[in-house]
């Protein structure tokens, strides 16, 4: 069973990095493609970037060049760097896993945690 905790959310200036981690304390962490969300107040969850078990990755239009998902099998646990951080990137950001890379970036497909909040101050 997956189980999913995100850290490393907080405020950030504009220009900014971060880096996200989400441990999974599941026994079959390297069976799953890992992936991450987001959701800003008022909106719907969005589709961030995802990695596949191999290290084949995938991003939305609006991070790519300043995202980079990455993941560390032996530890279980799968990263999101954050570089050059805008305003509009502020958001609660989720962990997720599912079997099947391919259903990215689908919502409503397996397993979540609690989110971590990001916020890019202008």
């Known amino acids: 069973q997956v189980q999913l905790v995100e850290s490393g959310g907080r405020l950030v200036q504009a220009g900014g990095s971060l880096r996200l981690s989400c441990a999974d304390s599941g026994r079959t962490f390297s069976a799953y493609a890992m992936g991450w969300f987001r959701q800003a107040p008022g909106k719907e969850r969005e589709f961030v970037a995802a990695i596949r078990w191999s290290g084949n990755t995938s991003y939305a239009d609006s991070v790519k060049g300043r995202f980079t998902i990455s993941r560390d099998n032996a530890k279980n646990t799968v990263y999101l760097q954050m570089n050059n951080l805008k305003p509009e990137d502020t958001a609660v950001y989720y962990c997720?896993?599912?079997?099947?890379?391919?259903?990215?970036?689908?919502?409503?497909?397996?397993?979540w945690g609690q989110g971590t909040q990001v916020t890019v101050s202008s």
């Open positions: 997720n896993a599912r079997r099947s890379y391919s259903s990215y970036p689908v919502l409503g497909v397996g397993s």
